[in-house]
């Protein structure tokens, strides 16, 4: 299948700081790619799509200020937690979606981080 | 899909006998369902999915039911292996055409060697 990275795989921050994180579809073009927000031992929370050239569309409860998206090319969409406090702290997935009569999605590895 | 909740499911197995794992989801309009498995500290990993106009599909040692009657989902593994063990969740797509997945609360499956 398709492969999706994230990076980085791991990142710890003061709080207060801003972290971005990078998703990147390695083999395939994607025009839509989704966030999602994962809390230990919980089920993965959709946070936003992110469409390329376009604003990314944010779900009920997300702060679109506090979690910038941006999707500047056809392969990279990014992440930038702003400000980031402890209760920040999860698992942050990316996914993305192939075009064409497939639509699938295919996960990237996750990204860790914690706020101190 | 459920709502989260703050402790997974736990479904333990002997090596070698079949499991079976179930969702129930929430929208009854749902199109499209998928069975992801996710290892400690990795993504999600597709196993099957299955469209709301069949009941049933089969994968190598796999197994997806639907019944749209009750909304429930379930999921099949035969001869199930230590490697199997992970947290297993079902995902559906309610709005045909958006693609947005809303995933189940999961189950963590733990076979016994």
């Known amino acids: ?116 | 899909g459920e709502s989260v909740g703050l402790h997974l499911p736990t479904l333990s197995v002997q090596e070698g006998d079949n499991s079976i794992i179930n969702c129930a989801y929430s929208n009854s309009a749902s199109d499209y369902f998928i069975w992801y498995k996710q290892e400690s500290g990795k993504g999600p990993q597709f196993i099957i999915d299955i469209r709301s106009n069949m009941d049933k599909r089969q994968g190598q040692r796999v197994t997806v039911l639907l019944n749209k009657t009750v909304k429930h989902l379930s999921l099949q593994i035969a001869a199930t292996q230590p490697g199997d063990s992970a947290v297993y969740f079902c995902a559906e797509n309610m709005e045909a055409g958006s693609y947005q997945l809303t995933f189940g609360k999961g189950t963590k499956l733990s076979v016994i060697p």
């Open chain 1, 1 to 116: 299948g398709a492969v999706v990275s994230q990076h980085p795989s791991w990142v710890i921050c003061k709080s207060g700081t801003s972290v971005k994180i990078e998703c990147r579809s390695l083999d395939f073009q994607a025009t839509t790619m989704f966030w999602y927000r994962q809390f230990p031992k919980q089920s993965l929370m959709l946070m936003a799509t992110s469409n390329e050239g376009s604003k990314a569309t944010y779900e009920q409860g997300v702060e679109k200020d506090k979690f910038l998206i941006n999707h500047a090319s056809l392969t990279l969409s990014t992440l930038t937690v702003t400000s980031a406090h402890p209760e920040d702290s999860s698992f942050y997935i990316c996914s993305a979606l192939t075009s064409g009569a497939a639509n699938e999605q295919f996960f990237g590895p996750g990204t860790r981080l914690t706020v101190l």
